[in-house]
């Protein structure tokens, strides 16, 4: 059994199965997807016969399919879950990414078992309790430092760290928010979050004034750690997630084929002898990566350097796009351009955005686009709507570009193929040849034909005739690296015989790689079972089924809160814990005052407001951990809706009301 610490592996998302393809064919080691129930992207199911299709062409380059079953699970739902877990282990799934600690208490087939980010997992005693639990990978929170990665790398030595390092980001530590719940009864952790992060909120301090007025201070930029791969890998971290299941196929491409060329660089560089990818063949591509050109908010590396002030996307959850010129003209059907240093044109469809003078970001499709002097790079663009209808766009306005209907189309067209590198030899026989292919993994195969064997009239010509022949994999998942002929003199072999010779030998090899082929080890609980670092859990725990209470009190936990959905945390309560501090983004925060003449003292960690339409939050701040509480109660109308749905679906007034629940605790002001 090969040892999966020492392999680097690449994890994209996927939509779908045929996304989930593209991925692995654009240098994925590994495809997460949602199941066809209980993941935490509810719109982004899958059928089990999409799954085992996904698995199947994952499978023939070594690469493994993590299905998501990362929500919490009411008591009515464990049967169904538990059924599905075993359709899909029969469908080739390799592992199941599961929040619900519940799960571990049924019966459920050999497949590996990953802890989802939804877990939470900051510390290494958590880590390590995860580890002993039975788990073989673990997603960390991605509000980690190195120095922390690091800590947890010291106390998990059988587990595999999987670490985000691009997309959107959660403000909350995950698994710790409750806000889309509480204000409209949709559980981010039963897969339907509302995002109430991307709303606008007015910030308020203890007297009433404005600090922030429609700014969306719970949002953030999206997280990108190109620059830190290498510090990664030296912290511990083994497998590279890209976030994205609600995606499509130009972001997954792109991000994807962006990372297989980081992480390549990282596996050819000194300091990491010793590590491999963990998949086979290579990527070759047809297109240059550019990250920068798929949606998001702006990046940034979040804690991974340490804190900094600029992780927020305040003015807008919206994409601006990249540079692309400024207005010289406008009339009332038509702008006229001058384009950026850089940019080479514009077409038709393209998404054009700007921001107006309260700061808002707008945007028009521009139906049609025509050079009026290439040379200068001046466009006219025809808008989809009147020029006067545009909110202050003007001559001299910088313009955007959001969506490029020219980069859409690379990204339509094929763009990757990934090809498993083979070594090809020609042997003689006493009646006819056999041929041998050994693929860069060592796997073989083999194939012979029967042939009368006739000397060629043109050696130089037989040569080249075998070579091309025998090397003609185009259609198959390999590549020749070489062709060897060990024959004793120039043949001429008919080419329908090499043709014959080479279908089957490639036949032979990939049955070879398919007998192989081993599913990836369910890790063994420790025994007796390890303690949970802590005798009492909260709601924060998400304890929402009797199965998941068992879990806790086998491994030692004496105080079981429910989970938050189950309705008994009906005061204020803390909605969301984050890493995030408003404070310090707004440069309100003592820490930063601290030193400078005259501010120093004057600033206090009080409490602050936040208000969006009828919606009042509360934010609190424990500087000790220096983190942020946004603390709110659930409405009513949302407790009434909630409840019935919850009694209707258990013969119990609640899945685990026996449950001793505590007032929920959260840092004063």
């Not at 041998?436 to 083999?446: C, P």
Request: charged share 25%; proline share 4%.
């Amino acid at each position: 059994m090969h040892d999966r610490l020492r392999e680097l592996e690449l994890l994209a998302p996927a939509r779908d199965a045929d996304i989930g393809i593209a991925a692995i064919d654009h240098g994925a080691d590994a495809v997460y997807i949602g199941g066809p129930s209980f993941g935490a992207r509810e719109k982004a199911g899958n059928s089990v016969a999409d799954i085992e299709r996904l698995a199947r062409h994952a499978h023939r380059f070594g690469a493994r399919i993590f299905v998501t079953l990362n929500t919490i699970l009411r008591d009515d739902e464990l049967e169904d879950a538990r059924r599905m877990v075993w359709q899909l282990h029969g469908a080739g799934a390799d592992a199941l990414i599961v929040q619900d600690m519940g799960l571990l208490e049924l019966d459920l087939p050999p497949l590996q078992l990953h802890a989802s980010t939804q877990t939470d997992i900051r510390t290494p005693e958590k880590a390590r309790f995860l580890q002993d639990a039975g788990f073989s990978q673990m997603v960390l929170a991605r509000e980690l430092t190195l120095a922390q990665i690091q800590a947890i790398r010291a106390q998990v030595d059988r587990a595999v760290l999987e670490f985000f390092v691009h997309g959107a980001l959660c403000v909350a530590y995950s698994g710790l928010c409750f806000i889309s719940h509480a204000l409209t009864g949709r559980s981010a952790n039963r897969g339907s979050c509302s995002q109430e992060c991307r709303q606008p909120y007015t910030v308020t301090d203890a007297a009433g004034h404005i600090i922030a007025h429609d700014k969306h201070v719970l949002s953030l930029k999206d997280n990108d750690q190109s620059a830190n791969l290498r510090a990664l890998v030296r912290a511990g971290i083994r497998s590279f997630k890209i976030e994205g299941r609600y995606k499509d196929l130009g972001y997954v491409k792109n991000v994807t084929a962006h990372y297989r060329q980081l992480l390549d660089a990282v596996l050819e560089g000194e300091g990491e002898r010793g590590l491999r990818p963990a998949s086979s063949g290579r990527t070759t591509l047809f297109f240059t990566p550019e990250p920068e050109r798929n949606f998001n908010r702006g990046t940034t590396d979040y804690f991974v350097s340490g804190r900094k002030d600029d992780i927020g996307a305040f003015d807008t959850p919206k994409y601006a796009g990249l540079p692309l010129g400024e207005v010289i003209a406008t009339g009332p059907e038509h702008l006229d351009v001058a384009l950026a240093e850089g940019v080479t044109s514009l077409a038709n469809g393209d998404g054009l955005t700007w921001w107006d003078l309260q700061g808002e970001l707008n945007g028009v499709q521009a139906n049609t686009a025509r050079a009026l002097d290439e040379r200068q790079r001046r466009w006219r663009v025809m808008p989809n709507e009147p020029v006067a209808s545009l909110k202050d766009l003007k001559r001299g306005t910088a313009l955007f570009r959001n969506r490029d209907m020219a980069w859409d189309r690379t990204l339509d067209s094929k763009t990757a193929e990934r090809r498993i590198e083979v070594d090809l030899r020609l042997d003689e026989l006493p009646d006819g040849l056999l041929l041998t292919l050994t693929d860069a993994d060592g796997h073989m195969g083999q194939a012979e034909v029967a042939v009368a064997l006739q000397p060629a009239r043109d050696a130089a010509r037989a040569d080249a005739t075998l070579r091309e022949a025998l090397g003609k994999l185009g259609t198959t998942i390999f590549g020749a690296r070489q062709v060897e002929l060990a024959l004793s003199a120039p043949w001429f072999v008919p080419v329908g015989a090499l043709n014959a010779l080479r279908r089957d030998a490639v036949a032979a090899l990939e049955a070879a790689r398919t007998a192989a082929w081993q599913p990836l080890p369910r890790a063994r609980a420790v025994q007796p079972p390890a303690p949970y670092p802590d005798d009492s859990i909260s709601y924060l725990a998400n304890v929402y089924n009797h199965k998941a209470r068992d879990f806790y009190a086998r491994h030692g936990v004496q105080v079981i809160e429910a989970a938050y959905e189950s309705h008994q945390v009906l005061g204020d309560a803390s909605l969301m814990i984050t890493k995030h501090c408003v404070r310090y983004s707004l440069s309100l925060c003592p820490k930063q005052a601290k030193g400078v003449t005259g501010v120093q003292g004057t600033i206090r960690a009080e409490a602050l407001v936040l208000k969006h339409g009828n919606d009042t939050l509360e934010l609190r701040f424990d500087c000790k951990p220096c983190e942020m509480h946004v603390v709110g109660r659930m409405q009513p109308h949302v407790l009434r809706e909630a409840t019935a749905q919850l009694q209707a679906a258990s013969q119990q007034a609640a899945p685990i009301q026996f449950y001793r629940s505590r007032p929920a605790a959260a840092p004063r002001g």
